[in-house]
């Protein structure tokens, strides 16, 4: 098979030249093309069968010990110039790159087949998506692409219709750490990756395209890339609002994504749908609105923690038709990690279970499933033209200061809420509390180019005839005196979105804060809920001496984009420190 695209026929010839493989194979994206694939993977032992009575075509994949999770210092994002890429980025010289890596690749696929995927990030048929091809060695990757993305023959046509692709190149090589790179190229839309089998490293179609060079793309565009969930909340009269929401690591996102709601709330009627669960794409509609798409098709989720109890929908998504990947298994050849009932046989690197060598299955262990088994996916996540975003909602793991959620009182100073977000870290996990690690918008480790131009970017969508989201801040996890979580979060999480939801529809007065807008007395809906007036008074909370402190902190950190940090940012840190001081001067052992 060969491409009608010139450009396409050509850069796949080139590729082949350089890595040298014994065949080529055009990925069509066909039922009987994936069955092929998992029948080789099964043969050579790249995919393990599971319990086909449980787990209806369902697999296991172990990757090599040192190659389970994205590999931050050798991820380059290589712009001409080192200060495009920005202090967020590790960054190398292209030519120097280009040369460093494809001497990685010559003759990597002696005896190998090279496939040819070509791909579509969101619908089909949206303007909104954006297209790629990843040329790799690996059938592993083949299969989860195909599950993760619009893959195959109708993408390539559009490819082919389109002229203009992302182009992707990947080898797993031999999965040696000391040759191991996963480089960017946003200027030329291309990405090259060597060297690791792992999830992001090697699906170049999740956050290597559709975060790192679709941020580049949708600056240069007038559109946003982002790391958040999308979700759709439906009331009892069938009023559905959509919200975007970004989160760091360890903070619920895809538990919000797939949210149930209370029982008093459901039997009333209110619904949850899934729009997708990790990236967001947003662009202007005609009428001013954000609309968004999510660019995946499928759920690449963290295993470990994912149970009836935490989130029972993403646990009936993955009861078949699915690829686990360094998952522990039981004695009858089920899928186990610490969460589930019941005990593993075998951990995640195949050896009889020992509780000495650490937990059962690796902690960053995964699943990767079509997105439409989710009980709760909705068919809008389909829709060409995307859904209208109403929120935006930032949020963070803050033991202290942060309340369980505010407004902000325009863009400006939602902007600035999404870029100071971030996540302290507890004793237990580094021996130090409150350590504070900034994760601006959640993209740090995704953004394709300086923080700086980002923040400015997401300042330009303010103007004239725009109407955009709300935004909101929230944090889930804040503690009480008694070291306590005070809010029960999961389910009830619906009532803070409530609240959201009547301040869209100028149901909810709200009171005005120094550092945003917060629930009013009884605004909260509780009803069912034991939560004392000590314990929500303390959720509502706002510090001003702890919030002046922060603000300069805040500060701070902008201060490290210089002098790429847009005016407007920092005015607008400087109005909410100056907004605090007013309302309540500092106490004088402060100020000595």
Known sequence: MASKLAALQ??????????????????????AEYQALVQQMLQNGDLIELNQQTHPGCYLHRSHPSDVARVEHLTLVCHPQQQDSGPNNHWMDPAAAHAKIDALFDGCMEGRTLYVIPYCMGPIESPLARCGVELTDSPYVVANMRIMTRMGAAAQARIEREGRFVRGLHSIGELDPERR???????????????SGYGGNALLGKKCHALRIASHQARAEGWLAEHMLIVGIENPQGQIHYIAAAFPSACGKTNLAMLIPPEGYRRAGWKVWTVGDDICWMRPGADGRLYAINPEAGFFGVAPGTSASTNPNALASIARDTIFTNVAVTADNQPWWEGLPGTPAADWQGRAYDRANGPA?????RFTVSARQCPTWSKQAEAPAGVPISAIVFGGRRPSLLPLVMEARDWAHGVLMGAAMGSETTAAATGAVGVLRRDSMAMKPFCGYHFGDYFAHWLSF??????????FHVNWFRKGSDGQFLWPGFGDNLRVLEWMIERIEGRATGVDTPVGILPSEGELKLEGLALDRTRLDELLAVDPDGWQDELAAIGDYLESFVPRLPARLRSEQQRV???????QPRRRAHAS
């Not at 050509?10 to 039922?31: F, K, Y």
């Not at 480089?183 to 060297?195: Q, R, T, V």
């Not at 303010?462 to 935004?471: C, R, S, T, W």
């Open 10 to 31: 050509h850069w796949v010839d080139e590729t082949a030249a350089l890595t040298r493989p014994a065949r080529i194979h055009w990925c069509d994206g066909s039922d």
């Open 577 to 583: 420190a100056q907004a605090l001081a007013a309302a």
């Open 462 to 471: 303010d103007q004239a005839g725009a109407k955009l989201p709300k935004i």
């Open 181 to 195: 790179f996963i480089m960017h190229f946003p200027d030329e839309l291309l990405i090259k990756s060597y060297g």
């Open 361 to 365: 299955a690796h902690p960053n262990s």
